[in-house]
């Protein structure tokens, strides 16, 4: 009667431990834990967890976050991986790549992402296909729209 969609998607449980990465604080490397991560800091690496993961307003990550939840107030280059909800303040810079489950964004908010909406389970193809002749990802406004479709040959 039942569906079984609620299993756990991961064999790590997360635990209630609380990871604090202080202001002023730099690290390079990569950092695994079970528990809730505060970063207020600088990291420069991999950063994963079953738990969830604040960034605050003077955090930053270069580099790849894999969590269940993210609440981002601060900087983000990379490579995101979030199953549950990513929640972007009105602070937040992401920049990257993006796989969430669910996305939140506050006004003020900047993304600069491929952004990628699933369930939380892997999938394979990830990339976007890109047109010919698209080195990289554009940003239109109205005008450019109606240009670029006024410019497009028409066919009767």
């Given at each position: 009667m039942f569906s079984e969609k609620k299993a756990k998607k991961n064999n790590v449980e997360?635990?209630?431990?609380?990871n604090r990465i202080n202001e002023g604080t730099k690290l390079k490397g990569d950092i695994s834990s079970t528990g809730f991560f505060r970063i207020d800091g600088t990291i420069e690496g991999n950063v994963h967890t079953p738990s969830k993961v604040v960034l605050g307003k003077t955090g930053v990550i270069l580099g790849t976050l894999s969590c269940e939840n993210a609440d981002l107030e601060g900087k983000f280059e990379g490579s995101l991986q979030v199953s549950g909800t990513l929640t972007l303040r009105s602070t937040a810079l992401v920049e990257g790549e993006i796989v969430v489950g669910k996305l939140s964004v506050e006004p003020g908010a900047v993304l600069n992402a491929s952004c990628v909406m699933q369930?939380?389970?892997?999938?394979a193809g990830l990339n976007a296909p890109k047109l010919p002749g698209d080195s990289q990802p554009r940003l239109f406004n109205k005008q450019q729209k109606i240009k670029e479709a006024s410019a497009l040959p028409k066919s009767d």
């Amino acid at each position: 009667m039942f569906s079984e969609k609620k299993a756990k998607k991961n064999n790590v449980e997360p635990s209630s431990a609380q990871n604090r990465i202080n202001e002023g604080t730099k690290l390079k490397g990569d950092i695994s834990s079970t528990g809730f991560f505060r970063i207020d800091g600088t990291i420069e690496g991999n950063v994963h967890t079953p738990s969830k993961v604040v960034l605050g307003k003077t955090g930053v990550i270069l580099g790849t976050l894999s969590c269940e939840n993210a609440d981002l107030e601060g900087k983000f280059e990379g490579s995101l991986q979030v199953s549950g909800t990513l929640t972007l303040r009105s602070t937040a810079l992401v920049e990257g790549e993006i796989v969430v489950g669910k996305l939140s964004v506050e006004p003020g908010a900047v993304l600069n992402a491929s952004c990628v909406m699933q369930d939380g389970t892997p999938k394979a193809g990830l990339n976007a296909p890109k047109l010919p002749g698209d080195s990289q990802p554009r940003l239109f406004n109205k005008q450019q729209k109606i240009k670029e479709a006024s410019a497009l040959p028409k066919s009767d």
